[in-house]
């Protein structure tokens, strides 16, 4: 498809497991955000990318979180000895440039964590 | 810092009705960009507009309006004659024009909307 695809839709862990999700981007979309969606909290900004560079790593909560870009496309976040307070939905955006603020964003990856 | 609130939580309107979504920003940048994206019940985020500090004329795009008003920080939403297609949540966005704040949006809570047929 032509938009931002992300994987898993659902993934269900327990607690301490490592969990990674992945995003694909438009093609030909520079820029790539995550983001993440609790209940009643919005959307909570954790990181970007310019490229397959990630100059700011400021907004991930806790050195647990992990994220890396490929080829300029292809982007995993990666969440080590996952908790509870984890548990939220991963948002994956991609935008043509960087700072244009018109994100689109995939369907997301709903973590819940046992 | 910058900051948004959108104060309405949930808000239920009657088919037809018209509704207005209140955000109120909060940023120390004199050149901003201000947004509203919908999310529908399916999930994902969608675009809807994007304006910047130095433009302050309303804006309308069918049934959708939007009132920018910098003397208030106010960038409010006003959907006409509502159908339950516009049911979902919006939200407000943020971001400024430089800096690392230009890298990121920073959203409201969002406002769910309901609308009854």
């Known amino acids: 498809g032509a938009g931002v695809s992300q994987s898993p839709s659902n993934k269900v862990t327990e607690k301490g497991k490592d969990v990674e999700l992945r995003c694909d981007p438009i093609?030909?979309?520079?820029?790539l955000y995550w983001y993440r969606q609790s209940l009643g909290q919005g959307l909570e900004f954790l990181i970007y990318f310019q490229g397959n560079s990630a100059p700011d790593k400021s907004g991930l909560p806790s050195d647990r979180f992990s994220a890396e870009r490929t080829g300029g496309s292809v982007s995993t976040l990666t969440i080590q000895r996952t908790q509870q307070e984890d548990s939220a939905v991963y948002l994956c955006a991609s935008s043509p440039r960087l700072a244009s603020g018109e994100l689109f964003f995939g369907e997301g990856s709903r973590l819940t964590v046992l | 810092a910058q900051k948004v609130t959108q104060a309405q939580t949930e808000i239920s309107v009657v088919e037809k009705e018209d509704v207005t979504l209140d955000c109120v920003y909060e940023?120390?940048?004199?050149?901003?960009?201000l947004f509203w994206y919908k999310q529908p019940p399916s999930g994902e985020l969608v675009f809807l507009i994007r304006?910047?500090?130095?433009?302050?004329q309303n804006e309308i795009s069918g049934r959708y309006s939007w009132n920018f008003q910098k003397s208030t920080s106010s960038f409010n939403f006003t959907i006409t004659a509502s159908q339950v297609v516009d049911s979902a949540v919006y939200f407000c966005?943020?971001?400024?024009?430089?800096?690392?704040?230009?890298?990121?949006?920073?959203f409201g809570k969002g406002t769910k909307l309901s609308v009854i047929p």
């Open positions: 304006r910047n500090s130095f433009d302050e």
């Open positions: 966005a943020l971001s400024e024009a430089s800096g690392a704040g230009s890298y990121q949006l920073t």
């Open positions: 093609s030909g979309h520079t820029a």
């Open positions: 940023t120390r940048d004199t050149t901003y960009y």
